[in-house]
């Protein structure tokens, strides 16, 4: 296994939002209104979380960083200046490096988005979710559709490459409030389209009080393909599950994630996944209150966790990231980022091939049609 051969991104988190939404189960908080020293002094433990990493990089360059949240739109731009100038300092960077931050449309933040052009965000990533204002209501969003709609034009003036970020599958919403949604989103001139189906995660208010008019498993399965075909006909790339991207602008980033790359981390609750030099992978967490992980990064550690990921883990580990791509990966990354031999997990290919969960012969490692419609059985066949 060659290290320097495998990519490298960062990951950082910005904890904080001006309110927890109640489908949310990230790891996010209501920022205080009075917060100027709290953010300063979240930016010097993310400092000091990022020189802890250093030596982990192996001298290799950042593909990729993505900061996210939380909302991270919410950091003044001269924060988001100190912070960049100093991982540029300790850390290799790619002359074309993609430099993603999540932002939401809230009137105060873009009207950071120039600043955050200008300091080295090159790609922004906007949680609009939906377009339709009773729906964002009813999700306790902070926007409704005309501060959307300004916000992408904030947008559109200062990036040439950004996400938005939209749901479906929403309570009380039907096919057509969908295709409104899709009809918004469309017009709105990105280069890359997010599309996720609402799904009710533990420890939210949706799973303690769970919307009595989600759309049926049918209406559901309708929504899904009118988002795939709408989204094709205006010439977006399905390219992963949840994932639309016009041609050449696939989120660099995520795909590090899925083709099982290499990703530092930096922030509360922030994951990383790292080779060693002997080939080992390992697996950190980082504090994920706040605070805590304010006062661990800057007097020791904040990694709360480590663990090495034993090598009959890592088929099912690989799968979980590479099949959530259409076009798979080629057979051979799968050698080169776990350094386990193809034949290992032949058997278990060849069980997946028989039920047509993955295509014969195979070119490539990638789901079938009928694989991706099962996806989550045919990452279970390599537990």
């Known amino acids: 296994m060659q290290i320097a051969r495998i990519p490298l991104s960062l990951y950082v988190h910005w904890p904080w939002c001006v309110k927890k939404c109640p489908y949310c189960d990230f790891n996010s908080h209501a920022l205080p209104q009075s917060h100027q020293a709290l953010s300063e002094r979240y930016i010097d433990a993310l400092i000091a979380d990022l020189d802890a990493s250093v030596e982990l990089a192996h001298e290799r360059t950042l593909q990729s960083i993505f900061i996210g949240g939380g909302t991270p739109s919410l950091m003044s731009p001269k924060l988001l200046s100190r912070f960049l100038e100093h991982v540029a300092k300790r850390y290799s960077l790619a002359e074309d490096i993609e430099i993603t931050m999540e932002a939401n449309p809230g009137t105060i933040e873009h009207g950071h988005f ?15 979710q939906s ?22 034009e904030t947008v559109q003036k200062h990036f040439d490459n950004f996400n938005l970020d939209v749901m479906y599958a929403l309570p009380g919403q ?3 409030m969908l295709r409104n949604d899709l ?5 709105a001139q990105s280069t890359h389209l997010s599309f996720y189906q609402l799904t009710i995660e533990p420890n939210t208010v949706f799973a303690k009080y769970e919307p009595e008019d989600l759309p049926d498993e049918d209406t559901v399965a309708i929504m899904q393909e009118t988002v795939v075909e709408t989204l094709a006909n205006v010439g977006f790339e399905h390219y992963e599950i949840s994932g639309y991207a016009k ?40 504090y994920s209150q706040p605070m805590s992980f304010m006062q661990h990064a800057l007097e020791d550690s904040a990694v709360v966790e480590k663990r090495t990921v034993q090598a009959d883990e890592l088929p099912f580990e690989f ?17 080169e980022r776990t350094g386990l031999s193809l034949e290992t997990i032949q058997p278990t290919i060849e069980k997946a091939q028989k039920q047509g969960l993955m295509p014969t012969p195979l070119t490539a490692i ?18």
């Open 366 to 383: 990638v789901a079938t049609e009928m694989g991706q419609n099962f996806l989550s059985d045919l990452q279970e066949y390599f537990l």
């Open 247 to 286: 041609p050449t602008h696939r989120c660099r980033h995520n795909l590090n994630y899925w083709q099982f790359g290499d990703y530092l981390a930096a922030g509360a609750g922030a994951h990383s996944k790292i080779t060693l030099e002997n080939g080992t992978i390992v697996r950190e967490a980082r």
């Open 174 to 176: 039907s096919v057509e």
């Open 131 to 152: 377009f339709d204002n009773t729906l964002l209501k009813r999700l306790g969003r902070i926007h409704d559709q005309r501060e959307a709609l300004l916000a992408i």
């Open 114 to 128: 120039g600043d955050y052009r200008s300091l080295g965000i090159n790609r922004l990533s906007m949680g609009i």
């Open 183 to 187: 009809r918004h989103a469309t017009d």
């Open 319 to 335: 799968m979980l990231n590479a099949l959530r791509l259409t076009d798979g990966v080629p057979l051979k990354t799968f050698e």
